[in-house]
């Protein structure tokens, strides 16, 4: 290559490079001292684990930006002790006048941390010590059974499910799917009602009260459409069917709604303008996103196949939490990071001088694509396993860099040209680093397709980040070799390369 | 290493591993894994506070501090500490969360309260009524996403194997195979034995790193023995192959498993506590590969060269000519 190509290739590929990191890794205030320019890792999705406080903007908007939510899911006639304290301590005890809401409050005994409603608990014990009844703790056993399969059913990351204080159910989710967190409280019946309002509407399923609604409704799942598109889907039964396509036979002379209900909560509505007759009924009301679909068809499933209770649920408690890990894990991630870079870097200098710099340029690339891909690809977030595959593949890359810097090495000592080491040496290893990179990226994408959250996201990262790294170094770190070899006379000290001394005789 | 010859100790290799692992078994299906990193069955002391008077991070650090008094003078020791900030909206408050595993009699829970109450009323700016609740709690998780093994690394191995066993051969593919499932198993059995404290879901995730890594080390093998072959003029004999292989591999995989090793343990030394717990088991993952690679692989690999060498001079045809016809 010519000193003038190379030095327009080097200035393309440096100018690349630049603004590649600066879109990726840059934030600053804007002059008018409100707003912000976010970088590409600021607006990248966070993992619930490892939260906002570095590299995240601490607003109220609806984007996703890592820790979650928790709620406190409390049985009717169950509160906690601090709700109990702020309800007591609010009346006048020396108030003599009929104080209706006291009353309500004086019913509830201390059973653990929580206060019940004296109708859901054994008469004292002899050290005066309450406990629920048995039907209440059958009852509430089967309720965390099935908010336990409710939201495993989700397949979300990081979802965590637990009893709290003997007999209410704490649950956490990521912030970006806080959408799970009412609807998935609702327990009951489902039922189905059609007419024109919730409160007038006629339960067609089940239609008679010595059937039940698996008769009529099969199970209920989601999906997406090709368009991005997200759809509840309810498969009926035959008379579910049959049920749907007679309520429905009069919605083209006037419209009406489908009311699908779990207890006394309404759990999808559908406006229909025509008679509805299938097996399976694909309902997206245009604002779904992908989990609340899935949330509404876990629901609906739950409560047509899965376990019922007669418990019903109020949600309090909500509490923000930042980062599961704790509020630095972000940062000590970044900086551990840092560590490694600079100890990689120092590496490749000191063992290959300049040539360092190809290498530089090849991985610079490399992260700046992969920071890229886990911005953009939706089910990608920023977590400790996205970040453990990385640094996997970063590896690769590096290991790979130094296998064909040293095979050229070893041509160049035996007395070969700079150019002729570096084809030879790329040509002795290419097919071998070529296999490597393919049976890797091969099995992280394989595992990938089977896997279900956080192993996913971390083979897809792995099959991802193989492919990148395979490109640059069989086509990108060459180039940039070739490029920069075009500056220099003194090809052999640029890359600290070195003649075998042959002694003579 | 040089003079290290691990392919004439296959039974010593075999015999650790099937100790290991069949022990890990036993004592996963038994006990399961140690989940403590996901504070399975845990007591917390929580300590919440209205974020619109506790508005400043030093009135925050000062109640915290009273914790911290509290907490040691009774000495109760917290396996970990769950900050969240709130907002005020909605009346979100602001809470302390100190979590116990051990457990904690019903006494000192009062009398950890009553101090912490007593010292918060001598205090000027957080003694309001409502100011800051103190409240003890039990949680015990039942979710476990984690078992739900769908084959995934299998899967994902395999279609790597398939591509080795038509690039190297099917001897490399059997090795391969055979070392990724070794790997997985026995991290996983180390992870069981130790009673080492993970996430809930993570052990899925060491066991896929253990079976990656384990292919991409034997690929080092593999990649020595395709060029031995190329530039021997007359075929190797299966231990010499092996050999010579290993003379070339070992330092490439001491090299790449060090390295990873090096940035598993500053991301355990640095990080905290939460991705320490997550990173330091990560290992496992990597040594497991390591000792597999070194040891177990060019040992497996040799009977493996010798079964397939002896099974294909057996279906070897002769060509013994056409059968002549006797005279008559």
């Keep these: ?505 | 290493m040089n003079k290290f010859k691990p392919w004439k100790k296959l039974p010593i290799w075999l015999a650790i591993s099937a100790v290991v692992i069949i022990a890990g078994i036993i004592l996963t299906v038994l006990l399961g894994f140690n989940t403590a990193a996901e504070r399975p069955d845990n007591l917390q002391l929580e300590v919440k506070y209205d974020i619109t008077v506790v508005n400043s991070e030093q009135l925050q650090d000062k109640l915290e501090s009273y914790c911290e008094e509290v907490l040691k003078s009774n000495s109760l020791t917290v396996s970990d500490l769950q900050k969240t900030k709130g907002t005020g909206e909605s009346g979100e408050k602001g809470a302390l969360n100190y979590y116990f595993t051990s457990e904690i009699s019903a006494e000192t829970q009062e009398k950890v309260k009553t101090e912490l109450e007593t010292k918060l009323e001598a205090d000027n700016d957080l003694n309001g009524a409502y100011t800051v609740y103190l409240a003890w709690h039990t949680e015990t998780v039942t979710s476990a996403t984690d078992y739900i093994w769908r084959g995934a690394i299998a899967v994902g191995v395999v279609a790597g194997l398939i591509y080795l066993g038509i690039r190297f051969g099917l001897g490399c593919a059997l090795t391969g195979l055979a070392l990724s499932l070794h790997d997985a198993l026995f991290t996983l059995a180390v992870l069981a034995i130790a009673r080492i404290p993970v996430y809930a879901s993570a052990p899925l995730l060491y066991a896929s790193v253990a079976a990656l890594l384990s292919l991409a080390l034997w690929l080092v093998h593999c990649i020595k023995l395709r060029t031995l072959k190329k530039e021997s003029e007359t075929p190797l004999d299966a231990e010499t192959s092996v050999e010579t292989a290993y003379r070339g591999a070992w330092r490439w995989i001491l090299i790449i498993a060090g390295s990873l090793a090096a940035a598993v343990l500053l991301l355990g030394a640095l990080a905290t506590n939460g991705v320490r717990a997550l990173a330091l088991p990560l290992l496992i993952a990597v040594v497991a590969p390591l000792y597999s690679s070194l040891v177990l692989g060019p040992a497996v690999h040799l009977q493996v060269r010798r079964a397939l060498d002896k099974f294909s001079r057996n279906n070897k045809t002769k060509y013994v000519g056409k059968e002549k016809k006797a005279d008559k």
């Design chain 1, 1 to 505: 290559m010519s000193k003038v190509k190379s030095a327009i290739c080097l200035t393309l590929m440096t100018l690349l490079i630049a603004g590649l990191c600066f879109i990726c890794f840059v934030s600053f205030n804007l002059p008018n001292g409100i707003e912000t320019y976010n970088s590409i890792l600021t607006m990248t999705e966070k993992d619930a684990d490892l939260g906002l406080r570095y590299g995240g903007k601490e607003d109220k908007s609806d984007r996703y930006l890592g820790g979650g939510y928790s709620a406190v899911y409390y049985p009717e006639g169950v509160i906690s002790a601090e709700e109990f304290e702020l309800e007591f301590n609010s009346h006048d005890m020396y108030d003599n006048t009929y104080d209706p809401d006291l009353q309500d409050i004086l019913r509830y005994e201390k059973v653990g941390n929580l206060y019940f409603d004296s109708d859901k608990i054994k008469s004292a014990n002899s050290s005066g010590a309450y406990e629920p009844n048995d039907d209440f703790k059958a009852q509430f056993q089967k309720a965390v059974d099935l908010f336990t399969a409710r939201y495993e059913a989700l397949h979300l990351e990081d979802v965590r499910v637990s009893v709290f204080d003997g007999y209410a159910v704490r649950v956490f989710v990521p912030q970006s799917d806080t959408a799970a967190l009412e609807p998935l409280s609702y327990t009951g019946e489902f039922t189905v009602k059609y007419g024109s309002d919730a409160s007038s509407a006629a339960t067609i399923m089940p239609a008679r009260a010595t059937e039940s609604i698996s008769d009529y409704v099969k199970s209920a799942g989601s999906r997406t459409g090709a368009d991005g598109t997200n759809y509840v889907v309810i498969n009926f039964t035959q008379k579910g069917r049959e049920a749907l396509a007679k309520a429905s036979d009069g919605a083209a002379d006037s419209s009406a709604t489908v009311f699908f209900r779990v207890g006394d909560n309404s759990a999808l509505e559908l406006s229909v303008s025509e008679k509805i007759d299938q097996d399976s009924l694909y309902i997206s009301n245009g604002q779904f996103t992908e989990i609340s679909a899935k949330t509404s068809a876990v629901l609906i499933d739950t409560a047509v196949n899965g376990v019922q209770t007669t418990l019903s649920f109020d949600v309090e408690n909500t509490v923000n939490y930042h980062a599961l890990y704790g509020e630095n894990s972000l940062l000590w991630m970044y900086i551990v990071y840092a560590i490694l870079f600079a100890a990689m870097m120092i590496f490749f200098f000191v063992r290959y001088h300049l040539l360092g710099f190809a290498h530089l340029y090849t991985y610079l690339l490399f992260l700046c694509g992969t920071v890229l891909c886990v911005w953009a690809i939706p089910f990608l977030t920023l977590s400790v396993e996205t970040f453990a595959a990385f640094m996997l593949t970063s590896l690769l890359l590096c290991v790979s860099n130094a296998v064909t810097f040293e095979k050229a090495r070893a041509e160049y000592a035996t007395g070969k040209t700079m150019t002729s080491s570096v084809k030879t040496g790329y040509s002795k290893c290419f097919w071998n680093l070529f296999d490597v990179h393919i049976v890797l990226a091969l099995a992280g994408f394989f595992t990938f397709f089977v896997a279900l959250p956080p192993l996913s996201g971390f083979a897809f990262v792995f099959g991802l980040t193989a492919v990148f790294s395979g490109l640059g170094t069989l086509v990108l770190n060459r180039f940039n070799w070739a490029i920069l070899m075009a500056y220099t006379d003194k090809k052999g000290p640029f890359c600290n390369f070195k003649r075998e001394e042959t002694e003579d005789e």
